[in-house]
């Protein structure tokens, strides 16, 4: 039987409330909360969380309201809501969008790494090391040639990205 949120008294309803936090908030790691998300709410209702939250994104960078519209394809009452909600200084969205950011510069940096440890050939073999002893690099300097040769290549593949 459903229960209407109106209907419950302030006690059942910050009781309630209270349980969900506490359950997500004992969650450790995104596998952890994905599989809480995907067992708790239906697959619509998480996409839609989904997309208020990517609403919430491109209205903090500046976006407009039709760029939205056109790119996540959204109406302009769930553009106006979500941008409502950011208005009422609700620092969940804030909060969640910034520490997103954080996760995914993280995520880029072990897929840069990542690429480093691919790479078989010895200067892939150095970069680990260096990556992993940092410190230890400045007691043995390199070659200039060995230098010169490795900054061509570093500068070519940033004019590639």
Known sequence: M?????ELSKKDRIETLDALYTAASTLKGREAMKLFLRDLLTESERIMLGRRILIARELLAGATYDSIMTSLKVGPDTVWRVHRWLLDQAPGYEEAIKNMREEVDKREEKRRIGGIYTDQNWSGVVARLKYKYPIHF????????????????????????
């Open 2 to 6: 459903k229960v209407k949120v109106k």
């Open 138 to 161: 400045l007691l043995f300097p390199w070659p200039k040639e060995h230098r010169k040769r490795r900054h061509k290549q570093i500068s070519r593949k940033s004019k590639r990205s």
